[in-house]
């Protein structure tokens, strides 16, 4: 086959030259609901084309690539007093995988459980290119599963406007977790 960034031939969709030079985490900073922090790993530009793959059959590959290259890396070097709680937002299998389920896999560490279909949306309506209105207006309505960890780490592809991650802190709050950060690929503000 042939690397996705430069066509040469390649035994991985990204081959190794691309995901070293092209693929550097570049960790980028923002806060939901005031003081809950939503780290970013790669500007949006250097990643879009990677991200449109995510409902594709290629986009599992895509995504366990860039996951082992941000999240993995995440979770070797992070270091907390308690075992936490990872949930992907809406990890509902779609294109015969979930991108956030990917994701979130790549968190196993000593300090961090990924748990699976714990937070999935009951309204499906779809946010990308929609505006902060459009959102509020048809919000997730997230069901939860219950798990032992108090404390948790979300976990997206993109955050845009941080409504869906904001959602799903409210409704973790409500059943008494508490939502220390959140992870996501890229922030689409962040262009």
């Keep these: 086959m042939r690397c996705m960034m430069c066509e040469r031939l390649s035994f991985s969709h990204i081959c190794s030259s691309c995901q070293d030079s092209l693929l550097i985490p570049q960790l ?7 003081s809950i922090p939503v780290y970013s790993f790669f500007p949006y530009n250097d990643i879009e084309p ?24 995440f979770a070797k070097e992070w270091q907390y007093e308690n075992r936490v709680a990872s949930l992907g937002i809406d990890d509902h299998a779609t294109s015969g995988y979930s991108h956030t389920a990917v994701l979130n ?28 209105e459009e959102r509020l207006m048809n919000p997730r309505r997230f069901y939860y599963q219950p798990f032992w960890e108090k404390e ?9 406007t941080g409504t869906t991650l904001s959602e799903a ?9 508490k ?5 996501t690929l890229t922030d689409a503000e962040n262009k």
């Design 105 to 132: 896999k790549a968190l196993t560490s000593p300090n961090i459980t990924p748990y699976y279909g714990k937070l999935r949306a009951t309204n499906h309506h779809k946010y990308a290119g929609k505006s902060v």
């Design 169 to 177: 802190t409210e409704m973790l709050h409500a059943k008494g977790k």
């Design 28 to 34: 980028h900073k923002r806060k939901i609901m005031g």
């Design 152 to 160: 948790v780490i979300l976990v997206d592809d993109i955050v845009t």
């Design 50 to 73: 990677l991200l449109l793959t995510k409902h594709t059959d290629v986009g599992y590959y895509i995504y366990t690539i860039l996951a082992k290259r941000a999240f993995g890396v």
């Design 179 to 183: 939502v220390i950060l959140c992870l």
